[in-house]
Every structure is written in C-alpha cells, then in structure tokens.
C-alpha cells in the first residue's frame, strides 16, 4: 500500500462531504457599530458541512475576546485559527483557552477565534463560492474595516494556529490581497500580519512540493499520481513554503512548534506510515530555509520539535505573547 492520500496528511482525518447543501448562504457580513456582540460575528456569507465535525453547519463568522480594562482604547489583536475537530467555541475550561486567552488578555491585546474553512478538508470542486484559502484573509479584510467598532488597532494584529489553522500562515505570507481599487470597502484592506506562531504548521498544502522535500525519488511519482488523482484542482491549494519573500513586502517573523524531532532524511513511503506526516516536524525546517534563502538568515523563522508537545499541545503556545509584543508598531 502507498502512503495514505496527502489530503490525510495534511488535513486530518477528512470525512465524506454532503452530497447536498455542503456550500450554501450563510450570515451576511455588515458595517460593525459599537458596541459589538462579541459572539458570531459575521466576516462572510458562506455556510459549509464541516466534515470533520460530523457534517456540522459552520459559517464564516468569529468570537471576540477583550481585555476588560481596555475600554474605548484600541487594542493589538490576536487572531487564532483552530485546528480539526474543533470550532471557533474555546470553553473557558479547555486547555486551549488557558493557552491563549489569558496571557493575550493579561497583555492588553484582545483575542478572535475564527470559524473558517480549511483548503483541502473543505475543497469544492463545482461551487461558485470562493475557494477555502480566502477565509482567513477576508477576516482579516473584515476586522480591519471594522476597526474602530471592534476597538481593535489595525497596524497591530497577529495570527496564532494549529494544523488546520496553519492556513492563516499561508495567508500572511501572500503578497498583500488587498484591492485598493475595489467598490467593496472590506476589499480594499490589507491582509497582512505583524508576526505569527503556529503549532503543527503545514508548511505547503503542495502535494508534489511534500515529495520532493519529503519523500525518496523513486517513490516521488506514485506519490505524486495519487495525489494529482485525489485533487485536480490543487493548484489552488498553495505554499507557504514557496511563498517566503524579503522584497517590498518582508514576510513576517514566524515561530513553529511540533510535537515530534525532526527526520534526518527522506523517507521512503513505507517509512512514512511510521510518522505523523500530517504534523510532520519537518515543515518546519523547510520554511526556515525559504527564511533563509530570502533574507540571510533564520532570525525572522525559528522552529522547535520536540515530543513533549504530543501529550501536552498546549505548551507549544507558551510564550506566545511575548514574541508578539516584540513585534508591535508604535
């Protein structure tokens, strides 16, 4: 047997998609007014079947956390992305929100866990809507027009993810999508971000791009038959890792963790079964040496893989804060 499809890799375990009603009108997104509901705060009008969530209906919409001090004062702003299996909802008693509301609560900055969809789990051939890697970006689009009513500093935003959430790693690492020109105001904002810190990052959703890093030669083309057989369209897909750049727009400083050491080689797909590719800890290296390539040097990208992660994967975000407010515009 090759190695399981790459979406698997990358995405998780991916169910089947409703044959009807998977893509469909979800909230309609509009011009914010404060005080604003922090809850559901609609960024778009897309509503999907997530299938790693038993075909649950999600839409394109966010929570927001703010530090209660802050008043009208405009706050940096934290923007997580979640991985599979989970929603936008952070319960106060779930690890994952100790890791990452308080310490951005207790730094002044306030905090939104989007609800999006991820580019391969939720890739839908034949709709008109929008492909999936468009979701984080237009939420940052979204945020910025609406600055001033979510009391958020637009120069100051940063992005936090795990696995599925890694997409707002590609996203940040795009030339800006902003359209300048457009009639819709939202458009016209920027997509960037100040820095970002990811847990378990696909560095590329590329399945070709994988094998050539990853996988042995003479095992790169059934590899890559599969893959092109699973996913005709994954040009859409994207790389983070091809994607790095020092020009006009420098990508931003970046921090990864994963949960398990690094592969001192390539591997054969046999060898594969033995690793969790879609976590693989070598994602991180390789965009560290994109980083490379780019700027001199790995300041602006540093990675640490190492176990202790797997049994606690919330300890991959401590510090994540400190980092951030290294990074902020005054």
């Known amino acids: 047997m090759y190695l399981k499809s790459f979406s698997r890799l990358i995405a998780s375990i991916v169910l089947a998609m409703p044959a009807v009603g998977a893509y469909a009108a979800g909230c309609v997104p509009i011009k914010l007014t404060a005080p604003v509901n ?14 790693t ?33 989970m929603s936008k909802l952070l319960p106060t008693s779930q690890g ?7 310490p951005a609560i207790n730094a ?5 866990s989007l609800e999006f969809r991820h580019p391969v789990v939720n890739e839908a051939p034949g709709t008109s809507a929008p492909v999936p890697h468009t979701d984080i970006a237009r939420a940052l689009q ?45 458009s016209r904002e920027s997509t960037r971000a100040n820095a970002a810190w990811m847990s378990n990052a696909q560095t590329t959703y590329d399945g070709h791009e994988f094998s050539d890093l990853f ?5 790169r083309p059934a590899f890559n038959a599969q893959f092109d057989l699973e996913h005709p369209k994954h040009a859409q897909f ?46 991180g290296p390789a965009l560290c040496n994109a ?30 804060i400190g980092f951030f407010k290294k990074h902020l515009v005054q």
């Open 238 to 283: 994207g790389s983070a890792i091809k994607s790095v750049n020092a020009g006009k727009q420098a990508d931003p400083p970046v921090v990864l963790r994963y949960d398990s050491y690094v592969v001192p080689k390539q591997l054969t797909l046999e060898e594969m079964q033995a690793y969790d590719a879609i976590h693989y800890p070598n994602f």
């Open 142 to 186: 979204f945020i910025r027009a609406n600055a001033d009513a979510l009391g958020i500093d637009a120069r100051n935003i940063f992005v936090v993810g795990q696995s599925r959430g890694t997409l707002g790693l590609w996203t940040v690492l795009q030339d800006d999508m902003a359209d300048p020109n457009s009639a819709d105001p939202v």
């Open 53 to 85: 969530l038993g075909g649950k209906l999600m839409k394109q919409n966010f929570n927001l956390y703010r530090p209660p001090s802050a008043g009208s004062a405009k706050t940096p702003l934290v923007v997580w992305a979640h991985p599979n299996g």
């Open 96 to 102: 994952m929100y100790k890791a990452l509301v308080p």
């Open 291 to 320: 980083y490379q390539a780019a700027f001199g040097n790995t300041t602006r990208c540093t990675y640490k893989a190492d176990p202790v992660y797997k049994d606690n994967p919330e300890a991959a975000f401590q510090g994540y």
């Open 108 to 112: 002044g900055f306030s905090l939104v």
């Open 38 to 51: 922090p809850e559901n705060i609609c960024y778009g009008n897309v509503e999907w079947a997530e299938p």
């Open 215 to 219: 996988i042995v030669p003479r095992d």
